[in-house]
């Protein structure tokens, strides 16, 4: 048997999704450490998060290359501070932290 789903309870599950998934991400980046030289819409040690979505807006398969940084690590993007590798993030943690950032106005 198919179960009907009243329109108001879906309209309500697809407002309250956004923000569900930005909290969760931004808890696994505190999780991971991101905040530590990041924030969302300052320059810390790093960019903003906010300004890194700017910068790569609209860029095919940015996020696949922002994971992998995520990842492995960078230099000269930014300037001379070198973002360090991120062994504890797992691909599928950086893929999810790439798309959250690409999100943030």
């Known amino acids: 048997?198919?179960?009907?789903?009243?329109?108001?309870?879906?309209?309500?599950?697809?407002?309250?999704?956004?923000?569900a998934?930005?909290?969760?991400?931004?808890?696994?980046?505190r999780s991971k450490n991101c905040m530590a030289c990041?924030?969302?819409?300052?320059?810390?040690?790093?960019?903003?998060?906010?300004?890194v979505a700017r910068r790569y807006a609209g860029?095919?398969?940015?996020?696949?290359?922002?994971?992998?940084?995520i990842m492995k690590g960078g230099s000269g993007a930014w300037g001379v501070v070198s973002m360090p590798a991120n062994p504890q993030v797992?691909?599928?943690e950086a893929q999810a932290l790439a798309q959250w950032i690409l999100t943030l106005k």
Request: hydrophobic share 55%.
């Open 1 to 19: 048997m198919k179960k009907w789903i009243a329109p108001a309870a879906l309209a309500m599950a697809c407002a309250v999704a956004p923000a």
């Open 21 to 29: 998934f930005a909290a969760a991400d931004l808890d696994l980046a």
């Open 38 to 51: 990041h924030s969302i819409g300052n320059k810390v040690v790093g960019p903003a998060f906010k300004d």
């Open 59 to 69: 860029q095919p398969d940015i996020d696949k290359k922002l994971a992998e940084k």
């Open 90 to 92: 797992s691909p599928a």
